[in-house]
């Protein structure tokens, strides 16, 4: 017996030739591309009672993810900018769009913009626009300002959170949704469904002449290839490892690049989210407040 290697390679090819302009989206079509396309992580109502992931809900951490959204906009999308950093197959770009606001998409990974073209060609959406780029590229000079930002899923991805956060910091002028994985002093063994994630040692960082604590992540083994990075969805866009910093630290870098105020969302331990019980899923949803005015006092002078 041989061991076959998969091409990737001419899978991402056959990904970049796929049209999606003009056609004729029948229930059998959507399944194909759909089908060609898995598997998928964001689970999407199509046409003809066709589900991306094989289901007919959607999961209960990304209608939590986006109540958040939709209740720190005052339920108004209408004439909002939002930019979702690290989109991945589009779920929460999709129903922004689709209830009023303008949005864009980003992601690293080819295979994810394309997933998300593909449901926006599906559903007919207008005010989502979809763009391949490096996360840690996305500035106000190239994607302008914008009402708010998603980091779904993607902090912890990053080699350089401080660098990532500044820029968010720039261009967002209402507040950020950061749904992220952060490092235990005790860490447990297994998280999430008996993930074993690789981690380091707690360990301090140096970033922007400030001290965080954390851990390393590793996101691939030394010697990855270019191509299987590509078909890794949920990974790093390059990097092997990536900072899975502390609550703690994560909230003091928050602090110290400007953001108002960091507020966590929390949720009972029945309430079957990935936020329930930090100690078993190492995860936290945090709500970041871009700087405003400063507080004076009525009553007292200021300092």
Not at 103 to 123: A, H, Q, T
Not at 171 to 188: K, N, R, S, Y
């Amino acid at each position: 017996m041989t061991n076959t290697i998969p091409d990737y390679r001419s899978y991402l090819e056959q990904v970049t030739a796929l049209e999606f302009k003009g056609v004729a989206w029948t229930r059998e079509k959507i399944v194909e591309v759909r089908d060609f396309l898995a598997p998928w992580n964001h689970n999407i109502a199509l046409p003809h009672g066709v589900y991306t992931a094989g289901r007919d809900d959607y999961y209960s951490a990304h209608r939590e993810m986006m109540r958040v959204v939709a209740e720190r906009l005052g339920e108004e999308f209408n004439g909002r900018r939002i930019v979702d950093i690290g989109c991945l197959e589009g779920y929460f770009s999709i129903e922004c769009a689709l209830r009023g606001a303008d949005v864009v998409g980003i992601d690293g990974k080819l295979l994810n913009v394309r997933k998300c073209e593909f449901v926006r060609s599906v559903l007919d959406v207008q005010r989502a626009t979809f763009v391949q780029g490096d996360a840690m590229e996305v500035r106000r000079e190239s994607v302008g300002r914008c009402d708010a930002v998603l980091a779904l899923g993607l902090l912890y991805h990053l080699d350089n959170p401080y660098a990532f956060l500044e820029n968010v910091a720039g261009l967002c002028d209402g507040f950020a949704v950061i749904d992220t994985h952060v490092a235990l002093t005790t860490q447990p063994e297994t998280i999430k469904n008996g993930w074993r994630p690789e981690l380091s040692e707690m360990r301090t960082f140096a970033f922007g002449g400030r001290q965080y604590e954390g851990r390393l992540f590793r996101e691939f083994p030394a010697g990855t290839t270019r191509d299987v990075k590509d078909v890794s969805p949920t990974a790093s866009l390059d990097n092997d490892l990536s900072v899975w910093l502390t609550e703690d630290s994560l909230v003091q870098m928050l602090h110290d690049l400007g953001f108002a105020g960091t507020e966590k969302i929390v949720f009972p331990r029945d309430a079957g989210t990935w936020w329930s019980d930090i100690q078993r899923d190492c995860r936290v949803l945090l709500v970041a407040s871009s700087p405003r005015s400063r507080f004076r006092s009525r009553l007292f002078p200021d300092p």
